[in-house]
Nanobody, 123 residues
Framework: VQLVESGGGLVQVGSSLRLSCAATGSSGNANVMAWFRQAPGEEREFIAAIRRGGFTYYKDSVKGRFTISRDNSKIAAYLQMDSLKPEDTGVYYC??????????????????WGQGTQVTISP
C-alpha cells in the first residue's frame, strides 16, 4: 500500500492543523494506521495510532490536543492537531501495518510509509 500525506504547513502557536493520509493499493493486513514525527536531528517518534476497530493510542504529550481518526472505506487516516506548540514541529509521517498492540509505538513494525509532510509551529 502506498501512503500520501497532506495538510502540513507553517502556523502560529495555539493554532490547529489537520493532516490527512490517503492510501492507494491493497490495504493488505494494515489493521493499524499511525502517525510518527521526526524533528531535526532526532529519531522518528510515535505520535498516535488507531486500530481498525477504532481504538486509539497517543504519545503522552499530545493527549487532549491531537485526535487520530480513520476511514476504513477509503483506507485513510487523519490527525487533527489543536493547541499546537513549538515542540510539535517536525515532519509528520503516516504509517500502516499489521501491528500487534505491544509493538504499536515501534516504527520498525510498520510496513508502509508516506513521504512525510512538514509541520512548523512559530512562537
Amino acid at each position: 500500500v502506498q501512503l500520501v500525506e497532506s495538510g502540513g504547513g507553517l502556523v502560529q502557536v495555539g493554532s490547529s492543523l489537520r493532516l490527512s493520509c490517503a492510501a492507494t493499493g491493497s490495504s493488505g493486513n494494515a489493521n493499524v494506521m499511525a502517525w510518527f514525527r521526526q524533528a531535526p536531528g532526532e529519531e522518528r517518534e510515535f505520535i498516535a495510532a488507531i486500530r481498525r476497530g477504532g481504538f486509539t493510542y497517543y504519545k503522552d504529550s499530545v493527549k487532549g490536543r491531537f485526535t487520530i481518526s480513520r476511514d476504513n472505506s477509503k483506507i485513510a487516516a487523519y490527525l487533527q492537531m489543536d493547541s499546537l506548540k513549538p515542540e510539535d514541529t517536525g515532519v509528520y509521517y503516516c504509517a500502516a501495518g499489521n501491528v500487534i498492540l505491544s509493538e504499536i509505538r515501534r516504527s520498525r513494525t510498520y510496513h508502509s510509509w508516506g513521504q512525510g509532510t512538514q509541520v512548523t509551529i512559530s512562537p
